[in-house]
């Protein structure tokens, strides 16, 4: 059974003052995901990732198509039990302290004391709010909020969270500490779901992605599949090259481009790669790396997204 | 309970909002002045103080009712709180129920406080003894019945409606509400049946406070005031139109929350 | 630079504060202007007045307790300027509509009633000079009262003592002892009332009940200055009665009140109740409170004069 099973989910949307039109936001999703995956939901603003997020969550009622999580329809509420969310720019009850909403938050989910307190001084330790469990949220800079947010999200020790958005506002310490609580929960079995804007993050904690644009789903796979089919060549950086070899090598490379003291070749195929990797170093240069070239996810991303017409 | 969870969340959203110290304020003032307001009237000091003392917690705990009953849900929504809340194993009715129990706390709190405030008026100044004075709580009870409607209307404006438009419909059906029968009279006045139905329609349909504030053709105030006694089986009866027509207002509140898309 | 730049910027705060400062003091003398180019606005206007009491009831929303009891603060102050009234005129045309719209919304007040009434009827410039309203609010409280004896008691008095009215009156009182709970003394009141003679007994008697029983300083007070009054009345006109005798006898008239002590008609020089002594004035013949009287006397009507003098000659013959 799948952890996340989404069927041509869409959603359209009702605009204008006086004639109503709809505008499609979800254009018939099919989704997948499974347990204990860490699962990347991409795309630019306004494709549609927080809308498929709160239909998820039952905020918004899909104008057709099915969700079912851990097996269950999105509908049932109970559900909501074993699951955990954080929304996109979350805001929280400025008037509670962080220990008063993560105690709100225990109860709602039946938690009782004396073990409630325990988990609530566990949760803001882990997100490193440890000193500041007794201040007003309305004091609190978006980063702390951020932290506040994916501490209510686990207070029940979901089996699927829900990030929207997870790192935004937080500085690079911050995000680290994201990535290694998603890496945590991912070691611990937790099905993870997350949208992002930051590609580097994405890269280095998913198992799978989504790409969306525009309401529809461009891509979907593993991420070494999706950029791999794209491996355009190699890229061999060297130095200390005599100008004979470097004549000899512009020659066999498809392009050759000198910064400062080094030269960056870029090869075709892998044929190439070896004949300019023997030519360098019987010419007495110091090879400094050989890479192959795949776009990274960035680039992917730009060029789906463009290539779409956007 | 998850109910009992959200309604004690709200009642701590309350006692932190300022402007209910400031009503309260004002209505403990009012209450005080009602003793050098009493000298005026030669004789009647007891009457003035039980009058204003009643009148004041009637207006300021509707003015509660309705300045933080229609941000109930509302401020939830523009704040986006909600969001994470209905994320959790909350069905949308229990979290409308939790939103009026709260508030509804929050002005018992506030009743018994202006109460209490009253009765130490009325023991300082006056004659009577605490016996007699307990006779106004009966009066209490049916100015807090006529609260809990105001809140119920407010809650249900602030499901789909901004602060603005919830107070001025709240208030609007607020003020209708004594005038049902009046309605009904002028139905009964006109020769059109059409009319005369539409008023009798109207009659049952609007809000009736009326039903709050006369017991036995005797104003509720006024019979306080003159420390007569009440007759129990009106209340009685009073106290299930206002819990039925509660329990309407509250089941289409939880309608309309349960059909909102959060965008 | 910089510096010359927020002295500029000093400058202009000052200059605009000035501007807001002038404009400030400015309203003041602008405002007088305009209200002495506007017509006066009419003083006897209250704010309060509402022309259908039932309008008022309506609008009072449940509240009708408190504002019945803001009414009759307001009615109260009306009377309440009366010690002021020989400086400036009182319009009391209100009163009887606030009075009207205070028991409509509170049909239980007695003192609204009953010394509403008496605010209502006594003659200006101590109350409104009214007593067709007086008697017509007596009227609602009987309507809604029928088993309380005092507000038909007061409506007696009414006619009794200030439209002179003897037999509507003891009419009233007649009735009023029928009612279960009425005092005893209802019933020879009324008898005395409807038999012309006891015109004055019967007042004074009435006057000494209500400053015996009232216990309100103001009501007690005016009962007081009636009865003093009835006093002096009396006195006045006995004086009167011996200086037409002695002037029948004599043929002249007397210089001074010790003239008739001489003459032996009194025992000695007469004062009023309060001490201090009468003044005659020989051109006219009339016998008058003296300068220093601290009597705050209330004028007797013309007719009680007739009744009182009628009996004076039937008691003593011998001044025939």
């Known amino acids: 059974m799948p952890a996340i099973e989404i069927k041509g989910l869409t959603k359209d949307f009702l605009v204008g003052f006086w004639k109503k039109h709809p505008v499609r936001a979800l254009d018939n999703l099919d989704l997948s995901v499974e347990k204990g995956e860490v699962f990347g939901f991409l795309g630019p603003n306004g494709a549609g990732k927080t809308t498929t997020l709160k239909i998820l969550m039952s905020l918004l009622r899909p104008t057709s198509g099915s969700a079912r999580i851990l097996g269950e329809p999105i509908d049932v509420v109970s559900m909501h039990a074993r699951i955990g969310y954080l929304p996109e720019n979350p805001y929280f009850y400025d008037y509670l302290t962080a220990r008063e909403l993560l105690t709100y938050v225990g109860r709602l989910f039946g938690i009782r004391q004396p073990a409630l307190n325990r988990k609530v001084s566990q949760l803001l330790e882990n997100v490193g709010l440890g000193q500041s469990g007794g201040i007003q949220l309305r004091k609190f800079s978006k980063g702390m909020i951020q932290r506040v947010g994916i501490a209510q999200a686990l207070v029940n020790d979901p089996e699927v969270v829900f990030l929207d958005e997870p790192m935004s506002g937080l500085d690079p310490l911050g995000r680290r500490e994201v990535r290694q609580v998603v890496a945590s929960l991912k070691s611990r079995g937790v099905t993870v779901f997350f949208s992002s804007h930051i590609l580097p993050d994405v890269e280095a904690l998913c198992d799978r992605v989504a790409i969306m644009n525009r309401g529809r789903l461009q891509a979907t796979g593993a991420l070494n599949e999706i950029l791999k089919v794209r491996i355009e060549g190699h890229e061999v950086i060297l130095t200390g090259a005599g100008p004979r070899t470097i004549e000899a090598l512009s020659g066999m490379c498809d392009q050759i481009t000198a910064l400062g003291e080094r030269l960056v070749l870029r090869a075709g195929n892998s044929a190439q790669v070896a004949a300019i990797v023997e030519c360098a170093l019987s010419g007495g240069a110091d090879l400094l790396s050989v890479i192959p070239i795949r776009p990274s996810l960035e680039d992917y991303f730009f060029e789906e997204i463009t290539g779409t017409g956007l | 309970m998850r109910i009992l969870a959200i309604a004690r969340n709200t009642f701590r959203e309350n006692i932190r909002d300022k402007i209910l110290y400031n009503l309260i304020l004002f209505a403990l003032i009012m209450i005080l002045s009602s003793v050098a307001l009493g000298q005026l009237t030669l004789g009647h000091e007891d009457k003035v103080i039980v009058d204003l003392g009643l009148t004041s917690i009637s207006v300021f705990g509707t003015l509660i009712a309705i300045f933080i009953g229609i941000s109930l849900v509302h401020k939830e929504i523009e704040k986006r709180t909600v969001h994470a809340l209905l994320a959790k194993p909350v069905h949308r009715a229990e979290f409308i129920a939790g939103k009026f129990l709260g508030l509804l706390f929050t002005l018992f709190i506030n009743t018994a406080i202006m109460t209490a405030g009253l009765i130490l008026t009325l023991m300082w100044h006056g004659g009577a003894g605490l016996q007699g004075y307990l006779r106004l709580l009966p009066a209490v009870y049916l100015i807090f019945l006529s609260l809990s409607l105001t809140t119920a209307l407010a809650l249900l404006f602030s499901t789909f409606s901004t602060p603005a438009l919830s107070a001025l419909f709240t208030f609007f059906l607020w003020v209708i509400g004594h005038f049902n029968y009046d309605l009904r009279e002028f139905g009964r006045l006109t020769k059109s049946g059409a009319l005369q139905s539409l008023c009798t329609t109207l009659y049952y349909l609007l809000p009736n406070f009326a039903n709050f504030e006369l017991i036995g053709s005797q104003n509720v105030i006024q019979g306080a005031a003159y420390y007569r006694p009440i007759d129990a089986a009106a209340v009685g009866w009073v106290s299930v139109y206002g819990a039925l027509y509660g329990a309407i207002l509250l089941g289409i509140a939880a309608a309309v929350f349960s059909r909102r898309d959060f965008k | ?320």
């Open chain 3, 1 to 320: 630079m910089k510096l010359m730049q927020s002295w500029r910027t000093q400058c202009r705060s000052w200059f605009i504060c000035g501007i807001f400062f002038v404009a400030a003091l400015m309203i003041r003398p602008v405002q007088s202007r305009i209200d002495t180019l506007l017509a006066n606005p009419a003083p006897d206007q209250d704010l309060l007045y509402f022309a259908a009491p039932v309008m008022v009831e309506k609008l009072t929303l449940g509240y009708r307790s408190i504002v019945a009891d803001i009414y009759w603060m307001r009615a109260i102050q009306y009377y309440g300027r009366r010690d002021e009234a020989a400086r400036r005129p009182v319009r009391y045309k209100n009163l009887a509509a606030l009075l009207e719209i205070t028991t409509t919304l509170d049909p239980d007040m007695v003192d609204a009633y009953r010394a509403g009434s008496s605010f209502l009827a006594e003659p200006e410039p101590l109350g409104a000079g009214n007593p067709q309203e007086a008697i017509r609010l007596l009227d609602r409280a009987i309507a809604r009262h029928p088993d309380d004896w005092r507000y038909a008691f007061d409506k007696g008095f009414i006619h009794f003592w200030y439209l002179r009215d003897f037999k509507p009156a003891g009419e009233i009182w007649l009735k009023t002892s029928r009612i279960a709970g009425a005092p005893v003394w209802m019933e020879p009141l009324a008898a005395m009332s409807l038999s012309h003679g006891g015109a004055m007994a019967t007042a004074r008697s009435i006057w000494q009940r209500q400053y015996r029983e009232s216990d309100r300083a103001d009501v007690k007070k005016n009962a007081m200055n009636h009865l003093l009054s009835i006093q002096v009345a009396e006195d006045m006109w006995t004086l009167e009665f011996l200086v037409e005798n002695y002037v029948r006898k004599t043929g002249l008239l007397p210089w001074t009140l010790d003239d008739l002590v001489r003459s032996g008609y009194i025992k000695k020089a007469p004062t009023d109740p309060l001490g201090t002594p009468y003044q005659f004035n020989p051109q006219t013949g009339m016998v008058q409170l003296g300068l220093q009287s601290k009597v705050h006397y209330i004028e007797m009507p013309a007719v009680y004069r007739e009744v009182f003098l009628q009996n004076l000659a039937r008691q003593y013959p011998q001044y025939r």
